[in-house]
T-cell receptor, first 113, second 117 residues
Framework: ETGVTQSPTHLIKTRGQQVTLRCSSQ?????VSWYQQALGQGPQFIFQ???????GRGNFPPRFSGLQFPNYSSELNVNALELDDSALYLC????????????FGAGSRLTVL | AQKITQTQPGMFVQEKEAVTLDCTYD???????LFWYKQPSSGEMIFLIYQGSYDQQNATEGRYSLNFQKARKSANLVISASQLGDSAMYFC??????????????FGTGTKLQVIP
C-alpha cells in the first residue's frame, strides 16, 4: 500500500499571493487532516475532512480553506499569504475510527517572503 | 491551559542506554487517545506508539513503551537501548472526540533527543 504523499515539497511565495498544497491519502483512508508546523513548534491542527466534508476546524482564519475529492485526496488553499504562514504543512490520513493512527506525509515547506 | 505539555526541550542519552521523555496532558473527556510520534530532520512524522484511555495495560512497541499514569495524567515514552538513529524530535499528542464527530489531535511542543555514541 502507498503512504501519504504531498506536493510540492518546497515552495516560495510572496506576501499576498495564494498557494495550493496537495495530498494523496493512504489507500483505504477516508479522513484527511492538515497541520501547520512552524519552526521549532509542534504541529497545529488546521482542519479535517471526512468523505468530502469539513467536519472539524482549528483556530485558523477563513483564508485557510480546503477540499477533499471522491478519491479522498485533498488540497489546502491559503489566500492572501502572510509572513507568518511560513511553515511546514503536514497532511495526515486515517480511517477516522476510535483507535486510528494518523499517517503523515513528508510535508510541504512553504516560505513566504 | 496547555493540553499537552512536554517539559524537556532537549535530552541527551548515551547509545544503548534507556531514556524517558515526559508528557503530561489535560482533558476532561473520559475517552481519549495518546500518541507518540518521531520527527527526523527530514520532517515526516513517524508513528511510534498509541495508548487508549481505557487500556488497562501500558502500550509497548518493540523498544518503545508508554508509561501511562492516568490519575497523574502523564504518558511518558520510554526508549530502551537507544540507537544513533533515534536522534530526532519526539512529539506527544492527544486525540479527543469533538462535536461533529471529528477527532481533534493536539500536539505538544516536542523534545529533541540526541543519542551520543
Amino acid at each position: 500500500e502507498t503512504g501519504v504523499t504531498q506536493s510540492p515539497t518546497h515552495l516560495i511565495k510572496t506576501r499576498g499571493q495564494q498557494v495550493t498544497l496537495r495530498c494523496s491519502s493512504q489507500s483505504g483512508h477516508n479522513t484527511v487532516s492538515w497541520y501547520q508546523q512552524a519552526l521549532g513548534q509542534g504541529p497545529q491542527f488546521i482542519f479535517q475532512y471526512y468523505r468530502e466534508e469539513e467536519n472539524g476546524r482549528g483556530n485558523f482564519p477563513p483564508r485557510f480553506s480546503g477540499l477533499q475529492f471522491p478519491n479522498y485526496s485533498s488540497e489546502l488553499n491559503v489566500n492572501a499569504l502572510e509572513l507568518d504562514d511560513s511553515a511546514l504543512y503536514l497532511c495526515a490520513s486515517s480511517f477516522g475510527t476510535d483507535r486510528d493512527v494518523l499517517t503523515f506525509g513528508a510535508g510541504s515547506r512553504l516560505t513566504v517572503l | 491551559a496547555q493540553k499537552i505539555t512536554q517539559t524537556q526541550p532537549g535530552m541527551f542519552v548515551q547509545e544503548k542506554e534507556a531514556v524517558t521523555l515526559d508528557c503530561t496532558y489535560d482533558t476532561s473527556d473520559p475517552s481519549y487517545g495518546l500518541f507518540w510520534y518521531k520527527q527526523p530532520s527530514s520532517g515526516e512524522m513517524i508513528f511510534l506508539i498509541y495508548q487508549g484511555s481505557y487500556d488497562q495495560q501500558n502500550a509497548t512497541e518493540g523498544r518503545y513503551s508508554l508509561n501511562f499514569q492516568k490519575a497523574r495524567k502523564s504518558a511518558n515514552l520510554v526508549i530502551s537501548a537507544s540507537q544513533l538513529g533515534d536522534s530526532a524530535m519526539y512529539f506527544c499528542a492527544m486525540r479527543e472526540l469533538r462535536a461533529g464527530g471529528y477527532q481533534k489531535v493536539t500536539f505538544g511542543t516536542g523534545t529533541k533527543l540526541q543519542v551520543i555514541p
